[in-house]
């Protein structure tokens, strides 16, 4: 078949020309650039397209179209021209063409008359002064005459002007000739000119000095006129009669409110803030020095500096010199003899009073003393010296006895003082034996001072000092909540100083707390492991968990601390049976703790409705199934099933309701009946009300009715037995009434309704088949579908060839543009070196020839 091609193609070629059918003339193509598309197979019916291709001149097409616009859009890249229509209502439809003319022609008036330039002043402007033109004032119209003996500006007349100041020729010859042209008569001298022109000038200056007489005539009489009716126009009431018809408003409160507000102080510029650190510092030099001079007094150096007298200077005028008490005699005769006896009574008085005094002041609060800033160190001298009560004869006659007593006085008062400095302990030991045996105000006062006297910022370390002063403290609370009875109060106290140093330290604090916690779990492990049961930790470690949520935040949803000391509290309340009293009181103290954990964060426990319910149902007389179960560490039948159940009514009727005390968790002491249903009627009274905080606080639930239901069904037992207190029956009661007031915030689960299935109906599907082959049994929307799938498919690679290709383009010319400026650098180089060759070439050839000389 290629050989016929041929054949017919080399029959065809000779016989018409190129163009004979009307096309026009191409070129013919290279062979060599000729791609022929051979096809494997014939395919009758099938019209073939692009079976020779000319991909050098598609090529060229391509580049030439990508210099045309590629090309331009790049070397524009990073120009910006826009033409921007600045004609006033071009795209306005709203205006007319005779209003946009209109407006057009004034915008163009406007810009012409506009300045220029600001400095420019040669334009139509007319300038004054003082209300007249320059152009006027410039023409000086308005001369001064010389004769007038007023000061106001006068003229003189053309003739004078040229009879002065022209020499005269003109005007006479001008005289002349009209007098010739006129008369006929003999010309006039020039002496008879000047008089006749003197002559007239006189005249004219008389004239206008009657002028302005007549002006100044008339105008006084216009004055006067003008008064005459002004007094009739108006009548005004002179000013006497004015102040007494006007009275001054009240001031309202807006101007009461302006008037405090000027005499208000203003604010006055004030030193700066101090930082922490120089705080610190400053404190630390205070408490240094208060221990100085307590030292000073401790060893009786400060009586000996008293008794120095003070140096006064010979310039010094004794200014500030006061005269307290005047102990001078007056000298008094009575029947010619000295008076002695009245000056014996007044000084036995002033002795008594002395003592009076000196009891007062020795009756006084004793926190005084103890406080840190009261200086007691300052005022022990004074009492001393107040409360000596012995009189002025026997300081006299004994002044060195009453000095050494003084002394002593003040040594002893300085030894039991507390010191001002402590150093930071290094063991627990240290620290026991520092706070050991003292009062709680002392107590907190050394721990503060410890914290003073090694803060942070004053050495280098202080830090790791203060850190194992907080693990020191905690172990401290831990001793003292071991104690029989517990010391509570002092525990309270601490915690505002174990607060400060893990505000200051948290992640050490937060190591101690983790440390005591996870000794307290594997501790209680450990018990499981060997025992099989596990009970309540000791009050220590209720406290730790108590200062825990104290000192860190308990509404994160994880924490370092709270989370392990969350999940120690849930290990208590479900691996610690409840086999006494004790362990009652435990574990609503830790139900206490849990629900101070979680109030802000809702979060609902599950260990601590358990625990409740089963409390509740230890304190139930009748025992019936209700549709509830116990779980551990609660067992429906049992030694424990009846711990709490009351059953002594006096017992009942003389129980008051109060706060269950810590000292019971610590251990209690051998009660006696009543003591012990006391105790139990508390501890059902702590568990309603903590049922009645769980419920206030977890009524927002989707699941509370589900979840309260068995307790529901516990407290309805309650109030059936009606030998309970009253208040009881009153708390339950409430509870029961807020559960009931509490929405339903879901719905039980219902089968969906749906239709019936309908029968099964055996019609044959019927397809049509539209096209035989690999399109076979699709509708006619789904080829439609197949087809632009195709069409897209297509159109993609036909876009990525094309953005390839311009990518290459690009490149090309980018690279043109650096072989460009890579050439003229290399041909500039090569310039520079010739021109530096032929310099120094002259140069050596300028310089062999100096020598050649």
Known sequence: MGKARSAGARRKAPGIPVGARGGRARPNPNPFEVKINRQK???????????????????????????????????????????????????????????????????????????????????????THYGQSLADIEKHNDIVDSDSDADEPGTLSAELTAAHFGGGGGLLHKKTSQQEGEEGEKPKSLKALIEELIAKSKQEKRERQAQREDALELTEKLDQDWKEIQTLLAHKTPKSENRDKKEKPKPDAYDMMVRELGFEMKAQPSNRMKTEEELAKEEQERLRSLEAERLRRMLGKDDENSRRPSHMSADDLSDGFILGEDDRRLLSYKDGKMNVEEEQSREASDGESEEEEGEDSGEEDPEESDDPDGHSDLESDGESEEGSGTPEKERRHAPGKRLTSDGQKAREAARTELPYTFVAPESFEELKSLLSGKSIEEQLLVVERIQKCNHPSLAVGNKAKLEKLFGFLLEYVGDLATNDPPDLRVIDKL?????????????????????????????????????????????????????????????????????????????????????????????????????????????FIPELINFLLGILYIATPNKQNQGYTLVHPFRAFGKNSELLLVSDEEDM??????????????????????????????????????????????????????????????????????????????????????MENQKHHCQPLICEKSKPVPLKLFTPRLVKVLEFGRKQGSSKEEQERKRLIHKHKREFKGAVREIRKDNQFLARMQLSEIMERDAERKRKVKQLFNSLATQEGEWKALKRKKFKK
């Open 653 to 738: 009727a003389t129980w008051q309701r109060k706060s269950l005390s810590l000292h019971w968790a610590s251990g209690l002491k051998a009660q006696t009946k009543t003591e012990a249903n006391h105790t139990r009627l508390s501890c059902l009274a702590v568990c309603l009300a903590l049922v009645k905080r769980c419920v206030l606080m977890y009524g927002v639930l989707p699941s509370f009715h589900d979840i309260t239901r068995p307790l529901r069904a516990l407290l309805t037992e309650h109030l059936a037995d009606c030998s309970h207190p009253r208040e009881l029956q009153e708390l339950c009661q409430s509870i029961l009434t807020e």
């Open 41 to 127: 197979f014939q395919v009758l019916g099938r019209k073939t397209r692009h079976d020779v291709g000319l991909p050098g001149v598609s090529r060229a097409r391509a580049i030439q179209k990508r210099t045309q616009t590629l090309l331009k859009e790049y070397k524009e890249r990073d120009k910006s021209n826009v033409f921007t229509d600045k004609r006033f209502g071009e795209y306005n439809s709203n205006i007319s063409p005779e209003e946009k003319m209109m407006k057009r022609f004034a915008l163009e008036q406007q810009r012409q008359h506009e300045k220029k330039s600001i400095y420019n002043l040669n334009e139509d402007e007319e300038l």
């Open 495 to 603: 915690v505002v100083q174990l607060y400060n140093l893990c505000q200051m330290f948290p992640e050490s604090a937060s190591d101690s707390i983790k440390f005591v916690l996870r000794d307290a779990m594997h501790e209680m492990e450990g018990m499981i492991e060997t025992k099989g049961r596990a009970a309540f930790p000791g009050l220590d470690v209720l406290i730790y968990l108590k200062i825990a949520g104290m000192l860190f935040p308990t509404s994160d949803f994880w924490h370092p601390v709270v989370t392990p000391a969350l999940v120690c509290m849930s290990q208590l309340l479900t691996k610690c049976p409840v086999r006494c009293l004790q362990d009652v009181v435990k574990g609503l103290f830790v139900c206490c703790v849990f629900l101070d954990y979680v109030s802000l964060s809702q979060r």
